[in-house]
């Protein structure tokens, strides 16, 4: 089935700093969505993309589709002690449910 | 958020014995999953359902089964529960399974396997 890697799997940052994460998949992808979970919480959806090259922003956080629409990125600039928590990105193939990378757990330094 | 619930939030049960774990949808959504969350893992799809009474396996569905009787109720069933078990269990819904179409999760459901 459809399978997707994520890294880093955690990421220190100092408060200010930007912050990337980064989805690849061997097989080209029709659509990417991208899910935050806090510490303790539920994973919540943030975004998809579906184009080839496609980029979106939310404030500080800017996500993008590769031109083979086989990578995806989300990146966070200047991040805050808000943006603590997992990032997941997430894929379907077909009629199927979705599935999810391992995330990258983000850490803040205040 | 979607009103979904899951049932019990926390539990604590001993090895051998049979557990169930609630999920409940008010979207009416007619499709509904049973993940599990496990570090390095990331969340795995244990079973899901795309109707009344319609069920497929996921990824790591040995030891469990699933119900789902009514729109809104999904169950899953650890039919003898093991400390590999132990886990943080999500259920999650969605409309449909067209790109594009979020999936929306419980509050989850702390499991502890002794």
């Known amino acids: 089935g459809q399978q997707v890697m994520q890294i880093p799997q955690y990421q220190h940052v100092q408060e200010g700093e930007d912050f990337t994460t980064y989805c690849n998949s061997s097989?080209?992808?029709?659509?990417i969505q991208w899910y935050k979970q806090r510490p303790g919480g539920h994973p919540v959806f943030l975004i998809q993309?579906?184009?080839?090259?496609e980029v979106k922003k939310q404030k500080r956080l800017t996500f993008q589709f590769g031109e083979a629409k086989k990578n995806s990125s989300l990146h966070i600039t200047a991040t805050q002690t808000t943006d603590v928590g997992t990032y997941f990105c997430?894929?379907?193939?077909?009629?199927?449910?979705?599935?999810f990378g391992k995330g990258t757990r983000l850490s803040v330094i205040a | 958020d979607a009103g979904i619930t899951q049932s019990p939030r926390h539990k604590v049960t001993e090895t051998g014995t049979p557990v169930t774990l609630r999920c409940h949808q008010t979207e009416n959504h007619r499709y509904m999953y049973w993940y599990r969350q496990d570090p390095g893992h990331g969340l795995r799809l244990i079973h899901y359902?795309?109707?009344?009474?319609?069920?497929d396996k996921g990824e790591v569905s040995d030891g469990y089964s699933v119900s789902r009787s009514k729109t809104e109720d999904f169950l899953l069933t650890l039919e003898s529960a093991t400390s590999s078990q132990t886990s943080v269990y999500f259920c999650?819904?969605?409309?449909?399974?067209?790109?594009?179409?979020?999936?929306?999760f419980g509050q989850g459901t702390r499991l502890t396997v002794v």
């Open positions: 097989t080209t992808l029709s659509n």
């Open positions: 997430a894929v379907r193939s077909g009629n199927t449910p979705l599935v």
């Open positions: 993309l579906v184009k080839s090259g």
């Open positions: 999650a819904s969605s409309r449909d399974t067209l790109p594009g179409t979020e999936a929306f």
């Open positions: 359902s795309y109707g009344v009474k319609d069920t």
